[in-house]
T-cell receptor, first 110, second 113 residues
C-alpha cells in the first residue's frame, strides 16, 4: 500500500456543485495532515490543516477518519477559480519527512 | 508571495552534467526541504536541512546532495544527471521542525537532454 493515495481524477464539475476528494494514508502514527493546492505549473500552497477530527474554512471542509485512515476535502459551491490540483500531505517521522499524494485534479466548468 | 526564492527558474543540462540549484528561505525560517516533482506526480521528498545539518532524507541516491548555510539558504546539487532527473525542483521552508506548514518557492524547472 502506498504511503499516501489519491484518485488523480480529473474531476469535472459544474460551477456551484459540491465535490469531495478522499486521501488514504498508511502510517497510523501520523498525527496531522494537510491539503495543499497547486495551480498548473506553480508551486503548492497550503489550503488547510487537519489536526483532529476536522477543519472548516468558508466553502472548504477537511475531515479526518483515523479508524479508516483517510482524510477528505469537501468543496461547496465550486467556483471556476477552484480549478487546480489538490495535494494530500502526510508528515511522518515527526516532520523530517513529508509525503505528498499524487494530487487530485479538479476542473470546474462554467 | 511566500518569501522563498529559488534560482535559476529554468535550466537545460545534458546527461552526465552536474547542476546546483539555490534557495533562499523565508525570513525567520531555519528549516529547508527539497522536493522533486515529475510531470503528473506529487512532490517527492529529497531531504531536509535544519541548522546546517541534514535532518532527514527520502529515497534518492547519493548523487543528490545539499547544503545549508548560516543564513539558512540552501543548495541542492545533483551529479551525473540522468534523463529521469528532468523535473520541477521545489524548495520549501518552515519556521521550525514542529510544523508541517511548508512555504514553497516557485521552483527550478530542470530539463536533462
Amino acid at each position: 500500500r502506498k504511503e499516501v493515495e489519491q484518485d488523480p481524477g480529473p474531476f469535472n464539475v459544474p460551477e456551484g456543485a459540491t465535490v469531495a476528494f478522499n486521501c488514504t494514508y498508511s502510517n497510523s502514527a501520523s498525527q496531522s495532515f494537510f491539503w495543499y493546492r497547486q495551480d498548473c505549473r506553480k508551486e503548492p500552497k497550503l489550503l488547510m490543516s487537519v489536526y483532529s477530527s476536522g477543519n472548516e474554512d468558508g466553502r472548504f471542509t477537511a475531515q479526518l477518519n483515523r479508524a479508516s485512515q483517510y482524510i477528505s476535502l469537501l468543496i461547496r459551491d465550486s467556483k471556476l477559480s477552484d480549478s487546480a490540483t489538490y495535494l494530500c500531505v502526510v508528515p511522518s517521522g515527526g516532520y523530517q519527512k513529508v509525503t505528498f499524494g499524487i494530487g487530485t485534479k479538479l476542473q470546474v466548468i462554467p | 508571495e511566500t518569501g522563498v526564492t529559488q534560482s535559476p527558474t529554468h535550466l537545460i543540462k545534458t546527461r552526465g552534467q552536474q547542476v546546483t540549484l539555490r534557495c533562499s528561505s523565508q525570513s525567520g525560517h531555519n528549516t529547508v526541504s527539497w522536493y522533486q516533482q515529475a510531470l503528473g506526480q506529487g512532490p517527492q521528498f529529497i531531504f531536509q536541512y535544519y541548522r546546517e545539518e541534514e535532518n532527514g532524507r527520502g529515497n534518492f541516491p547519493p548523487r543528490f546532495s545539499g547544503l545549508q548555510f548560516p543564513n539558512y539558504s540552501s543548495e541542492l546539487n545533483v551529479n551525473a544527471l540522468e534523463l529521469d532527473d528532468s523535473a520541477l525542483y521545489l524548495c520549501a521552508s518552515t519556521k521550525a521542525l514542529d510544523t508541517g506548514e511548508l512555504f514553497f518557492g516557485e521552483g527550478s524547472r530542470l530539463t536533462v537532454l
